[in-house]
């Protein structure tokens, strides 16, 4: 079945180390892909997207995503993580094919950070 | 600019009853998304608006939901009768335009809790 895996649910980093979060999707072209992140009380906000050209994206925050067409995954980076960055982190794709134009969401990973 | 509001941000209602949440688009978005997260699992798509008109319902999971969209502003969802199984954070989302790389931003959330 076609659908986006993180495979961890909840990951603890202390402040200041780096921090990388794993997505892996399963379709037969590749999608668009992104990471969103929510922090208590606020909506999703978007932190980067991929839809084609260099497989290093930029995000919001100093955070950085690579994808990886060989082994279907998208994953973030942080070399360093703030204590602000504690919160729960989403991947999702859209589907590049066809007319559907909805996210299909990971289950989320969440982030502690200590201090 | 303001963001995607939706009200209220939480609801407690009793199995049996009716529920109806708002979500306000960001001004000039065409397309509006709904989309829920039941249970603390994954985040998954509703329905989708292009102005007044439902684009894709297929996530709608029964008849007791009703999305309506009228004058292609705001939005309603209401759930009618609620059931236990309705609990959950119910987002909705926004772009401008329809295309599969247009960015949705994402409202807060409505936390509905049915007793």
């Known amino acids: 079945a076609q659908s986006v895996t993180q495979p961890d649910i909840h990951i603890t980093v202390s402040e200041g180390a780096s921090l990388e979060l794993r997505c892996n999707y399963s379709y037969g072209a590749t999608p668009y892909l992104f990471w969103y992140v929510q922090s208590p009380g606020q909506g999703l906000q978007l932190l980067l997207k991929y839809f084609s050209g260099d497989t290093l994206v930029q995000g919001i925050k100093g955070f950085e995503a690579e994808f990886k067409r060989s082994q279907s995954s998208f994953n973030l980076r942080k070399p360093s993580v703030h204590w602000s960055d504690a919160a729960e982190y989403f991947c999702?794709?859209?589907?590049?094919?066809?007319?559907?134009?909805?996210?299909?969401f990971g289950s989320g990973t969440q982030l502690t950070v200590l201090p | 600019e303001a963001g995607v509001t939706q009200f209220p941000s939480h609801s407690v209602i009793e199995k049996g009853q009716t529920v109806t949440l708002r979500c306000d688009p960001i001004s000039g978005h065409d397309n509006l998304y709904w989309y829920r997260r039941v249970m603390g699992k994954e985040i998954k798509f509703l329905l989708h608006?292009?102005?007044?008109?439902?684009?894709?319902e297929s996530g709608m999971p029964n008849n007791r939901f009703l999305a309506e969209r009228t004058g292609g502003t705001y939005s309603t969802l209401k759930v009618q009768p609620a059931e236990l199984e309705d609990s959950g954070v119910y987002f909705c989302a926004s772009s401008l335009g329809g295309g599969k790389a247009n960015i949705q931003y994402f409202g807060a959330g409505t936390r509905l809790s049915v007793l």
């Open positions: 608006f292009v102005k007044e008109s439902k684009q894709d």
């Open positions: 999702a794709v859209i589907i590049s094919s066809g007319s559907a134009r909805q996210l299909t």
